[in-house]
Nanobody, 115 residues
Framework: QVTLVESGGGLAQSGESLRLSCKAS????????MAWYRQAPGNERELVAR????GSATNKVSRFSIPRDNAASTLLLQMNSLQPEDTAIYYC????????????WGQGTQVTVSS
């Protein structure tokens, strides 16, 4: 059984930092492209950051970084200088093999940033 469990969300003040964690089990983590998405109320889910199996990262939010720890099967999202517009549910995604491959999602963790 594949599970992705996010943690680390919560309430933050504008300008503060949070670190989200996604613990994967049931997959060969090092073989998966990992990503964080977020969805704010009334908005579509959007990509926040992605990291390849080789460690190459794409950040859509320059204040965030997306390290991965293959030994611990864990994906992180370091969020700095949080702003109210960062308020959303954040989801962890594990993908392998393209459109016809495997794609797993976590249940999401709420991040709320107050001004």
């Amino acid at each position: 059984q594949v599970t992705l469990v996010e943690s680390g969300g919560g309430l933050a003040q504008s300008g503060e930092s949070l670190r989200l964690s996604c613990k994967a089990s049931g997959i060969a983590f090092r073989n998966y492209v990992m990503a964080w998405y977020r969805q704010a109320p009334g908005n579509e889910r959007e990509l926040v950051a992605r990291i390849t199996t080789g460690g190459s990262a794409t950040n859509k939010v320059s204040r965030f970084s997306i390290p991965r720890d293959n030994a611990a099967s864990t994906l992180l999202l370091q969020m700095n200088s949080l702003q109210p517009e960062d308020t959303a549910i954040y989801y962890c995604d594990a993908r392998r093999g393209g459109a016809a491959g495997f794609d797993y999602w976590g249940q999401g963790t709420q991040v709320t940033v107050s001004s």
